[in-house]
């Protein structure tokens, strides 16, 4: 009796489970778990009869972001191409190797991030409220009176960021917080659609650190005081090579006497304009007058969110040739607006060293028709 119980038991059992596995598999669990073909199209879901068979997820690709160059990837000697004539010791020199990027061509207009601030205005007055909207991401157009004493600064006050005659000028009297915020809109606005269209996240828009940019401004030019080379800020004929002050306070001689549009003058050899001069740009990193000593010599990168002081880079239309080399860094606080400081992003270029053969501009331009300087 004993035996014909424990018989009955244990047959049950080998029925049960049995049934419990046809049932899985039926699921696809088996499959999808423990190896063979996925139930739907067939193909390979990663585990093969017990073996990793998994290869490269399809459908993933990487394009140039619209308006953006492709920066490669290298090494180069970061830091001051000529004589430090402040005596700043602030920018030895240093060798540092940099990953693959893309960055804007030019430095961010007035109309593009305007599309920031109507979206901003449009979608979230609930979340964030229009006076932080106004006075925190906003252009601060009163730049143009108070960074410098007694100067007739109305017409730029009045017309600068809204008038349609400055629609492809860099965007100024933004901090280094809405520069920051920005780049998280512009993120955003792109994911959302490659997830609605049934694609993959970008890698996501930011700020470069001061490394990337000056590795960019140089143009694949070993030790090159300017983006252009050596050593001079005009060429043989006398053109201007930038927007900056020149000679002793002649604003006018480089062709404009503020900003000037976002693709005037000629690009670097990696495409990207005005990497001298017209605005300095925002990076990244906070300021410290010892990075070489605190960051790493692959990919620096000195973010320090206690630090209110963030690294500037470039040069802008008032400041005289020395603040356009190459490695001449400077500083402002975040929070501050100043009518000439405005920025550009970059995003990651996640393919590694394959990008160092394809150097050069995107296929697409969210730029008009390059505009040239005027003669001196």
């Known amino acids: ?112 991030y305007r599309q920031y601030v109507n979206a901003l205005m449009a979608d979230s007055v609930s979340t964030l409220g229009e006076e932080e909207i106004m006075s925190k991401y906003y252009p601060d157009t009163t730049v143009w009176k108070n960074d410098f004493t007694y100067h007739n600064g109305d017409p730029m006050l009045e017309h600068y960021y809204g008038h349609p005659a400055f629609d492809t000028y860099p965007v100024v009297g933004v901090s280094w917080i809405a520069a920051n915020h920005f780049c998280k809109w512009r993120t955003n606005t792109l994911d959302d659609f490659r997830t609605k269209d049934g694609g993959y996240k970008s890698f996501g828009f930011r700020l470069p650190s001061e490394a990337e940019w000056e590795w960019a401004a140089r143009g694949g030019r070993s030790g090159a005081k300017y983006p252009w080379g050596n050593p001079y800020v005009a060429n043989g004929k006398g053109c201007y090579l930038a927007n900056f002050k020149p000679q002793r306070g002649n604003f006018d001689a480089d062709g404009y006497p503020y900003t000037a549009p976002a693709t005037a003058y000629n690009p670097n050899d990696y495409g990207l304009y005005n990497m001298a001069g017209n605005v300095a740009e925002w990076c990244r ?75 050069g501009g995107s296929s697409k331009s969210k730029s008009p028709k390059k505009v040239s300087a005027k003669k001196a």
């Not at 191409?81 to 961010?108: G, L, P």
């Not at 000593?293 to 320090?304: E, G, R």
């Not at 975040?334 to 990008?355: H, V, W």
């Open 285 to 359: 990193d906070a300021y410290a007058d010892n990075t070489n000593a605190i960051v790493w010599d692959m990919n620096p990168d000195n973010q320090n969110a206690d630090e209110p002081r963030k690294v500037v880079r470039g040069g802008s239309w008032k400041d005289i040739a020395y603040y356009l080399e190459t490695g001449t860094r400077s500083y402002e606080y975040e929070d501050q607006k100043r009518s000439y400081i405005g920025f550009r992003c970059i995003m990651d270029n996640l393919e590694g060293r394959t990008a160092s053969g394809r150097v």
């Open 1 to 112: 009796m004993m035996n014909y119980n424990w018989l009955t038991v244990n047959a049950t059992r080998v029925v049960m489970g049995a049934a419990v596995l046809l049932l899985l598999q039926g699921c696809g669990f088996l499959k999808s778990k423990f190896g063979g073909k996925s139930g739907k199209g067939g193909g390979e879901v990663g585990v093969t009869n017990g073996e990793i068979t998994a290869t490269g997820r399809k459908g993933w690709k990487q394009p140039t972001p619209f308006g953006m160059v492709l920066v490669p990837s290298g090494s180069f000697i970061m830091g001051q191409a000529d004589e430090d004539v402040a005596a700043t010791q602030i920018n030895m020199n240093r060798q540092v190797t940099i990953s693959s990027f893309y960055m804007d061509d030019a430095e961010i207009s007035n109309h593009e």
